[in-house]
């Protein structure tokens, strides 16, 4: 398994941008492929973007034509660029890691997690 740190959240008005960034430790991380899902309070944890070890994308509806998933493998690090934001998106944000070439949009698919960071978007 791998070590996730995740950094970058924090308070922004609607229409926002914020930029989400996970370190991961490890040799093996471009083996992985990477997920980040969102919890808010009193809902259950839902998928919002993923990417495989060759840098195929995925997207929920909800955010797709807003944020961008991406990855550097040199960095050991996973981001998530989130624009155009909406207090909807008001959510604690996690990063996953799944050991295997193909992303998911299972949370329970995924064996690694950070600890998660805060994103509130004001309106």
């Known amino acids: 398994q791998v070590q996730l740190e995740e950094s970058g959240g924090g308070l922004v008005q609607a229409g926002g941008s914020l930029r989400l960034s996970c370190a991961a430790s490890g040799r093996t991380f471009s083996s992985y492929a990477m997920g980040w899902f969102r919890q808010a309070p009193g809902k259950e944890r839902e998928f919002v973007a993923a990417?495989?070890?060759?840098?195929?994308?995925y997207y929920a509806d909800s955010v797709n034509g807003r944020f961008t998933i991406s990855r550097d493998n040199a960095k050991n690090t996973v981001y998530l660029q989130m624009n155009r934001l909406k207090p909807e998106d008001t959510a604690a944000y996690y990063c996953?890691?799944?050991?295997?070439?193909?992303?998911?949009?299972?949370?329970?698919?995924?064996?690694?997690w950070g600890q998660g960071t805060q994103v509130t978007v004001s309106s």
């Open positions: 990417i495989s070890w060759r840098a195929n994308t």
């Open positions: 996953a890691a799944r050991a295997s070439s193909t992303a998911s949009r299972n949370h329970a698919d995924f064996g690694s």
